[in-house]
Nanobody, 114 residues
Framework: QVQLVESGGGLVQSGGSLRLSCAAS????????MGWYRQAPGKQRELVAS???????NYADSVKGRFTISRDNVKNTASLQMNSLKPEDTAVYYC????????WGHGTQVTVSS
C-alpha cells in the first residue's frame, strides 16, 4: 500500500533553516506529483509547494524565495528546504502524493521561535 513518511521537523529560531524529507513507497513514485502542505493551529491546511513528475515547481506566495521543493526519483523522496524561517511558518507539515484520491503522511511538526 502507499506509504508516505515525513522526517526533519523540529524547533528552530527565527531566521534558521530546516529540511523536511518524505519517503514514499508502494507506488511508482516518478509518476506522481508531490506536494507539501501545512496546517497551523486553528487554521485550514494549505499548500506550501508542489512539484510535478517532470520537476515543475509551484509555491505559495508566503514561502517564495525562502523554500525549495525537490524530488529524487531514484530514492523515491521529496524534500522541502526551508530557509529564513519565520514564526508564522510554525505548523504541522504534511507530504502529499497526488495519485488516485491522494495520499498523506502523518505530518511532522515545525516550530519557529521568535
Amino acid at each position: 500500500q502507499v506509504q508516505l513518511v515525513e522526517s526533519g521537523g523540529g524547533l528552530v529560531q527565527s531566521g534558521g533553516s530546516l529540511r523536511l524529507s518524505c519517503a514514499a513507497s508502494g507506488y511508482i513514485f516518478s509518476f506522481s506529483a508531490m506536494g507539501w502542505y501545512r496546517q497551523a493551529p486553528g487554521k485550514q491546511r494549505e499548500l506550501v509547494a508542489s512539484i510535478s513528475p517532470g520537476g515543475t515547481t509551484n509555491y505559495a506566495d508566503s514561502v517564495k524565495g525562502r523554500f525549495t521543493i525537490s524530488r529524487d526519483n531514484v530514492k523515491n523522496t521529496a524534500s522541502l528546504q526551508m530557509n529564513s524561517l519565520k514564526p508564522e511558518d510554525t505548523a504541522v507539515y504534511y507530504c502529499n502524493a497526488q495519485i488516485g484520491e491522494g495520499y498523506w503522511g502523518h505530518g511532522t511538526q515545525v516550530t519557529v521561535s521568535s
